[in-house]
């Protein structure tokens, strides 16, 4: 049965998986949703036995339903190839009682890898597929981990390029130099004089400039967006759920149908929806417990059912989760809401005009299986000292934040259902923090210094992606005005 892709915000056209992917964002303003969630095919039994990439497979045909099995398998074994440190891809741990699913072997030691390194093959299927034949400029804007993440993806990616704008003070030193070290021709890296929100401001104005779009295509161009809300990244997510899940069935750790639950620490609300997903797709889960850090928005919004983001925006030790507006949790609100797109469009309107949006009762009635949770910075660190002093395994500061919340909840609740957290940081990409959330002596130490105590401290090997960026070339050294971004981009692509 085809899937085809609507808008949350209206009930106008429809369009194709390939379309939706290419789109990114529909033009009312919405995202794009399955017209209904399609359930797996194969008993979980089956896939117990498959390894990733054909659980990667039985996942994305059902949603992708308008590219041949040819394509799809093909974008999945350029994907999740050697770029990972481990045949399995997303290991899963077990520490302490509970199971750590490892989402960094990737070639950015970040979970946005997991996406990422299969989004631009599924964008050029998409744009052939379309009879699309311009070349596919990626414009992003990055406050670190996103924009390595889609470098790396669409390095040397034929038929598209790649454009990076980051903060140019406002980037920790190690994420600057992943940046600024990416090889390959079709890649640029442009620092700017203004912060994350100027970036952004300045992607998005030239997304929205007709004329820069008319320029371009006269060249032989045209923009895409590699956003966590393209569908394209969202479906990738989908698949570790359903893999981890079957592990533990292959392991006997659970039996048929016996639930798990899934513990997510969340920014943009992608990667615990694709688990939503995962569920709704015929995967035992029990409950979502959707980690915050300080930046809580989300769960005040599960506990209250208001959604406001007028509040004090915190830095924290984990700043991929640094967020006010989670934009996918669009998606959610969506579902609950009957998929009512008019109700969904007030509550978005609401959003961008106040700053905040209620649900009604009935809509919190069917969120029952999220629960919300948060952890401070102190209690953050204190995590990573703990679970290092019992058991040796050292995790980085966002995983902490989501293991934090899971003892909280156990604590509270009694719960004793297994147990997966989404670990979706490597220690290495935030070895500062770690490392002094062990012990104090470390404060004031340099980055790499630092890089070679944890390998020391946790008995592991530095990731390739870290012995890589100490020795390598600055291959980028651009830096504009934020005004400027416009005119970059234009001698960039020579227009
Ligand atoms: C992006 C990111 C998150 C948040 O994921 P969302 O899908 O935005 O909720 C958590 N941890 C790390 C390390 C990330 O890079």
């Given at each position: ?95 302490d ?75 920790s ?92 620490p ?25 980690a915050s850090n300080d930046n809580k ?17 915190i830095l924290t030790t984990s700043p991929s989760m640094d ?50 949770g948060w952890a401070s910075e102190e209690k953050t660190a204190s995590e990573i000292k703990r679970v290092y002093d019992k058991t040796g395994y050292v995790m980085d500061t966002h995983t902490a934040v989501a293991s934090a919340v899971y003892h909280d ?12 957290i989404?670990s979706t940081a490597?220690p290495y990409k935030f070895a500062t923090s770690v490392m002094t959330a062990i012990d104090n002596k470390y404060e004031g130490m340099?980055?790499?210094?630092l890089?070679?105590e944890l390998?020391?401290t946790s ?37």
């Amino acid at each position: 049965m085809e899937v085809m892709y609507q808008s949350t915000r209206s009930t106008g056209k429809k369009v194709t998986a390939s379309q939706a992917i290419l789109k990114g964002l529909a033009d009312d303003g919405g995202l794009f949703v399955p017209d209904a969630i399609p359930q797996l095919d194969v008993s979980l039994d089956e896939i117990a036995k498959m390894n990733y990439q054909e659980t990667a497979y039985q996942v994305m045909k059902q949603f992708f339903t308008d590219f041949t099995q040819e394509e799809l398998e093909k974008c999945i074994e350029r994907a999740y190839d050697a770029k990972f440190d481990t045949k399995e891809i997303a290991p899963l741990v077990e520490k302490d009682g509970v199971y750590y699913l490892e989402l960094f072997h990737g070639a950015t030691i970040a979970f946005k890898d997991m996406a990422l390194s299969i989004l631009p093959h599924l964008l050029t299927t998409s744009a052939k597929k379309n009879h699309i034949t311009n070349q596919i400029v990626i414009l992003t804007a990055t406050s670190g981990d996103t924009g390595k993440a889609a470098l790396a993806g669409f390095a040397d990616v034929e038929g598209t390029s790649i454009i990076v704008f980051y903060p140019k003070n406002g980037v920790s030193a190690i994420q600057e130099r992943q940046m600024v070290t990416q090889k390959g021709a079709n890649t640029k890296v442009v620092g700017i004089t203004g912060n994350f929100d100027d970036a952004q401001s300045g992607v998005k104005a030239m997304f929205n400039n007709k004329e820069l779009a008319k320029a371009m295509n006269a060249k032989g161009y045209q923009f895409s967006s590699a956003n966590s809300i393209n569908i394209g990244r969202l479906v990738p997510q989908v698949v570790y759920y359903v893999y981890s899940y079957t592990r533990l069935l292959a392991q006997g750790v659970v039996k048929e149908g016996e639930q798990v639950n899934f513990v997510v620490p969340t920014g943009n609300f992608g990667n615990i929806l694709a688990a939503f997903y995962a569920k709704n797709m015929g995967v035992p889960v029990g409950k979502l417990i959707c980690a915050s850090n300080d930046n809580k928005v989300l769960y005040d919004f599960f506990e209250t059912g208001v959604y406001d983001k007028n509040r004090e925006f915190i830095l924290t030790t984990s700043p991929s989760m640094d967020i006010l507006i989670s934009s996918n949790l669009e998606r959610l609100i969506y579902k609950i809401a009957g998929e009512d797109a008019k109700a969904t469009a007030d509550m978005m309107a609401a959003l961008a005009k106040d700053g905040k949006y209620s649900i009604t009762d009935a809509m919190k009635e069917q969120m029952k299986d999220f629960i919300g949770g948060w952890a401070s910075e102190e209690k953050t660190a204190s995590e990573i000292k703990r679970v290092y002093d019992k058991t040796g395994y050292v995790m980085d500061t966002h995983t902490a934040v989501a293991s934090a919340v899971y003892h909280d909840y156990k604590e509270k609740t009694g719960d004793q259902t297994k147990t997966v957290i989404a670990s979706t940081a490597s220690p290495y990409k935030f070895a500062t923090s770690v490392m002094t959330a062990i012990d104090n002596k470390y404060e004031g130490m340099d980055d790499f210094a630092l890089i070679d105590e944890l390998s020391k401290t946790s008995g592991t090997t530095i990731p390739k992606a870290v012995e890589e960026i100490r020795t390598a070339p600055v291959l980028h050294d651009t830096v504009c005005e934020t005004a400027d971004m416009q005119k970059t981009v234009e001698e960039i692509l020579g227009l």
